[in-house]
């Protein structure tokens, strides 16, 4: 365990409240800086963003609040101590050549070719890392593995608390094996990628609330609940199963400070849309959104073959987003998507976690 001081700490925090890192547009240092403002812990997405769009994103966030915030960094596999490596699986370099030609039909149709794949794209990872220790960023949470223990100690010299995403206890007790000061436990419900060490993974169907029970019971460090959290009861209850506070992203996506386009937004609150699915369609990784015509179609063909689907689909959904089209758009969403609302973030942080100013 790493047992160098840090600054933040979840209990410092007015309300126990975490704006989940949504990669791909929605996070914003606006949404971050509002979250943060309300008394909860504002989070930007590094994830698919290149290097100098998280520096500037973290520079206009600290211009907006001096309060706390975090960056969340995607492990890419090579970097991931649970799934070391990049060498393909024959298998899966055939699966994702299957499926490009189940593609090009909806390539066409939007009018773009199909990019080559890249299985050992890193994300940037080593100068993310270089970036948010050289910003001394005040949290730094971890997705889709488990860095090195040598990565947490780097970060918790530069002043920073790490958290690590785990979906199972023992992904749990690996990320504090490592040296991780905090974990966000993500449940079945969890809108967007499940946080998973290895891409292939299926994890585990039991409810937040028996999850986080079980986490809580292996391991000491605070915890940070995180998937289908809509209202103040549901996070009370993870709280009482022994969270130390939620995280909270779908409710997020229709307010004003977030980047969520507006083909998206529309979808999320047309009426139009009635379910959310989880697929490996647009990714290669199992995520939650919306079941649109696009999860309808290629849901049971999709490989598990991740940042490889990610790569292909790319162009297709920059298009349908640019025509407006949320049928072929990755809507990542919980399943109570509905209850989003164009309201302020200040006010959904107010109505999940309460008001710090109230009695």
Do not use: C
């Amino acid at each position: 365990m790493v047992s160098t001081p840090y600054p933040f700490r979840l209990n410092d925090l007015s309300v126990p409240f975490v704006g989940a890192p949504m990669a791909g547009g929605p996070s914003t240092p606006a949404l971050a800086a509002a979250v943060t403002a309300a008394g909860g812990l504002g989070f930007l997405a590094a994830g698919n963003r290149p290097v100098d769009g998280v520096r500037a994103d973290v520079e206009t966030v600290r211009e907006l609040t001096d309060g706390p915030f975090g960056v969340n960094l995607f492990v890419p596999q090579a970097a991931n101590t649970a799934a070391p490596g990049t060498a393909v699986d024959p298998a899966v370099h055939l699966s994702v050549g299957a499926y490009r030609e189940a593609l090009q039909d909806t390539a066409r149709r939007y009018g773009v070719e199909l990019p080559d794949t890249d299985p050992a794209d890193d994300d940037g990872w080593a100068a993310k890392l270089e970036l948010v220790e050289e910003l001394r960023v005040p949290v730094v949470s971890f997705t889709f593995g488990l860095p090195a223990a040598s990565v947490l100690e780097r970060l918790a010299a530069a002043g920073t608390a790490t958290s690590v995403t785990v979906t199972s206890v023992p992904e749990a007790e690996a990320a504090v094996r490592a040296g991780a000061h905090l974990l966000t436990v993500q449940g079945p419900a969890a809108g967007g990628h499940r946080g998973t060490h290895r891409a292939e993974d299926v994890p585990g169907e039991e409810s937040l609330a028996e999850l986080v029970a079980a986490v809580r019971a292996a391991v000491e460090v605070p915890l940070v609940a995180a998937g289908g959290i809509a209202s103040a009861a549901e996070a009370d209850a993870v709280r009482a199963a022994g969270a130390d506070a939620v995280q909270v992203g779908t409710l997020l996506l229709r307010t004003p400070e977030a980047g969520t386009s507006a083909a998206y937004r529309e979808a999320l609150g047309s009426g139009r849309y009635t379910e959310t699915a989880v697929t490996r369609a647009f990714s290669g990784r199992l995520a939650r959104g919306v079941r649109n015509g696009f999860v309808e179609r290629f849901t049971n063909i999709a490989p598990a073959a991740y940042p490889q689907v990610n790569q292909l689909t790319k162009p297709i959904r920059a298009a349908a987003a640019a025509a407006g089209d949320p049928e072929a758009i990755a809507l990542w969403a919980g399943p109570h998507f509905a209850a989003a609302r164009e309201v302020p973030a200040a006010e959904v942080v107010r109505d999940v976690a309460g008001d710090p100013s109230g009695p």
